[in-house]
């Protein structure tokens, strides 16, 4: 009894609140969540299916095996569908896609074709359209046929299914109904190719302000229509994912991922973390008998590495939402090098010049201020450097720009800090002593 009272209210959670439920299914192990699921009907499933992330779905479902991913998959729309099949087994997808009805499986296999991150494998392959060859009373009775979710725009296609152009629903009302749709094609209609990536979506979208896009495979045909909310969706998720690859997390991570989730994700980055500062703690190491002369050099160490960290993680910053919004184009990679290092170096010296004053107050030493000036200088100007150039760098190497660049970074200011700093009290030694 108290075993069906529990299934009666996971089925009532998951029902009313499925926003919820896929939230709390994200933060189980995949295993545990795939086995609530099979108690479950595949239709309130569905609904949270749609709510999950496309890699915590798709591990669920390699846990439940191709049989019960079939049942789940059947309820989903296409364009999710895809998206979660992109991240399972590829043997456990061709068994799912071979056990659903033969126009569902195309419909789905022809999203798989492409990459989630494209028009096409984000695009919703039901989306009505007229021939070019009908009346208007013929084109009219066609509307009122199709269902009212594939309804965007008028779009007008040929008989082999090429986009021709776009109908004003106005004026297609008031035409008389023996007129020929030919004659009232708006020609001039933007269209985006299946292959085209999301951020560039993105950005025409937001330079046209369209609700849908029609998508067109590389002879024209209309395959579908990309959303505007579901586009920047996503752009808007791989934004924060971009930003959590920064700094070493996962990128689908989740605020409520299971632990071997996190460990997973994160602990090869920070093992990469501690070697980087293993690096910079040798640097230091190196100039041991300087630091037991003056001590005071121990205190202000950390002041320039964290000045050259923050200003490198500035430059990061722009540097990638650039890379991401495509304003850095071929040939402008040199430029922006050159405008994030020359700015460092300008508040190198303006942050110098702060430095220097407390530290004269301080400590009253001319050359413990001149060391520290001088070294806040070089660290902020390379800090600079560095973060425009590790994600241009990692961007021609086809890695992925966002990828743990903080720790690369973070390793380059602190070498680059320490030696600057330690190396100034060396040349200055005769000041400070």
Same mark, same amino acid.
């Given at each position: 009894?108290?075993?069906? %009272?529990?299934?009666?209210?996971?089925?009532?959670?998951?029902?009313?609140?499925?926003?919820?439920?896929?939230?709390?299914?994200? =933060?189980?192990? #995949?295993?545990?969540?795939?086995?609530?699921?099979?108690?479950?009907? !595949?239709?309130?499933?569905?609904?949270?299916?749609?709510?999950?992330?496309?890699?915590?779905?798709?591990?669920? $479902?390699? @846990? /439940?095996?191709?049989?019960?991913?079939? @049942?789940?998959?059947?309820?989903? !729309? #296409?364009?999710?569908? *895809?998206?979660?099949?992109?991240?399972?087994?590829?043997?456990?997808?061709?068994?799912?896609?071979?056990?659903?009805?033969?126009?569902?499986?195309?419909?789905?296999?022809?999203?798989?074709?492409? !990459? =989630?991150?494209?028009?096409?494998?984000?695009?919703?392959?039901?989306?009505?359209?007229?021939?070019?060859?009908?009346?208007?009373?013929?084109?009219?009775? *066609?509307?009122?046929?199709? #269902?009212?979710?594939?309804?965007?725009?008028?779009?007008?296609?040929?008989?082999?299914?090429?986009?021709?152009?776009?109908?004003?629903?106005?004026?297609? +009302?008031? %035409?008389?109904?023996?007129?020929?749709?030919?004659?009232?094609?708006?020609?001039?209609?933007?269209?985006?190719?299946?292959?085209?990536?999301?951020?560039?979506?993105?950005?025409?979208?937001?330079?046209?302000?369209?609700?849908? +896009?029609?998508?067109?495979?590389?002879?024209?045909?209309?395959?579908? /229509?990309?959303?505007?909310?579901?586009?920047?969706?996503?752009?808007?998720?791989?934004?924060?994912?971009?930003?959590?690859?920064?700094?070493?997390?996962?990128?689908?991570?989740?605020?409520?991922?299971?632990?071997?989730?996190?460990?997973?994700?994160?602990? #090869?980055?920070?093992?990469?973390?501690?070697?980087?500062?293993? +690096?910079?703690?040798?640097?230091?190491?190196?100039?041991?008998?300087?630091?037991?002369?003056?001590?005071?050099?121990?205190?202000? $160490?950390?002041?320039?590495?964290?000045?050259?960290?923050?200003?490198?993680?500035?430059?990061?910053?722009?540097? /990638?939402?650039?890379?991401?919004?495509? @304003?850095?184009?071929?040939?402008?990679?040199?430029?922006?090098? $050159?405008?994030?290092?020359?700015?460092?170096?300008?508040? &190198?010296?303006?942050? %110098?010049?702060?430095?220097?004053?407390?530290?004269? $107050?301080?400590?009253?030493?001319?050359?413990?201020?001149?060391?520290?000036?001088?070294?806040?200088?070089?660290?902020?100007?390379?800090?600079?450097?560095?973060?425009?150039?590790?994600?241009?760098?990692?961007?021609?190497? &086809?890695?992925?720009?966002?990828?743990?660049? =903080?720790?690369? +970074?973070?390793?380059?200011?602190?070498?680059?800090?320490?030696?600057?700093?330690?190396?100034?009290?060396?040349?200055?030694? !005769?000041? /400070? @002593?």
């Amino acid at each position: 009894m108290a075993t069906h %009272a529990l299934e009666s209210l996971v089925r009532s959670f998951v029902t009313q609140h499925p926003e919820g439920a896929a939230r709390s299914l994200e =933060s189980l192990a #995949p295993a545990d969540a795939g086995e609530i699921l099979r108690r479950l009907p !595949p239709r309130s499933v569905g609904a949270v299916l749609e709510r999950l992330a496309a890699e915590p779905a798709g591990a669920i $479902l390699d @846990e /439940i095996g191709a049989e019960g991913s079939r @049942e789940l998959i059947d309820h989903l !729309p #296409p364009r999710h569908a *895809a998206a979660i099949l992109h991240h399972v087994d590829e043997s456990l997808r061709a068994a799912t896609l071979s056990g659903l009805p033969a126009q569902r499986a195309r419909q789905i296999q022809s999203l798989l074709v492409y !990459p =989630s991150s494209s028009a096409g494998g984000m695009m919703e392959p039901h989306v009505t359209s007229i021939a070019i060859d009908l009346t208007v009373g013929d084109a009219i009775a *066609a509307i009122r046929r199709a #269902p009212r979710q594939t309804l965007y725009y008028l779009y007008v296609t040929d008989r082999e299914g090429r986009l021709a152009g776009v109908l004003n629903m106005r004026e297609l +009302l008031l %035409a008389q109904p023996s007129d020929a749709v030919a004659t009232m094609v708006i020609r001039d209609v933007v269209s985006v190719p299946a292959t085209m990536d999301r951020e560039e979506l993105a950005a025409l979208m937001r330079e046209r302000r369209f609700i849908a +896009l029609p998508v067109v495979d590389q002879d024209g045909r209309l395959l579908g /229509i990309v959303k505007h909310d579901e586009v920047l969706d996503a752009v808007q998720e791989e934004a924060f994912g971009d930003l959590q690859k920064m700094s070493g997390a996962g990128e689908d991570e989740r605020a409520l991922s299971p632990v071997p989730v996190v460990l997973k994700k994160r602990l #090869p980055w920070l093992l990469v973390n501690l070697a980087t500062a293993f +690096l910079a703690s040798a640097v230091i190491g190196m100039f041991e008998g300087v630091i037991e002369r003056v001590t005071a050099l121990a205190v202000l $160490l950390p002041i320039v590495a964290g000045q050259g960290g923050n200003t490198g993680a500035q430059s990061l910053a722009v540097v /990638i939402r650039g890379i991401a919004l495509r @304003e850095l184009v071929t040939g402008t990679a040199r430029r922006v090098m $050159l405008k994030e290092t020359l700015a460092a170096l300008l508040n &190198g010296v303006a942050i %110098a010049v702060a430095t220097g004053f407390a530290v004269y $107050l301080w400590d009253g030493r001319i050359g413990l201020v001149l060391v520290i000036g001088l070294a806040m200088i070089v660290n902020m100007a390379a800090a600079g450097l560095a973060g425009a150039g590790i994600p241009l760098l990692l961007r021609a190497a &086809g890695r992925d720009p966002a990828q743990s660049a =903080s720790i690369f +970074l973070t390793t380059v200011t602190d070498i680059v800090g320490f030696s600057a700093f330690l190396g100034f009290a060396v040349l200055f030694m !005769p000041l /400070i @002593e």
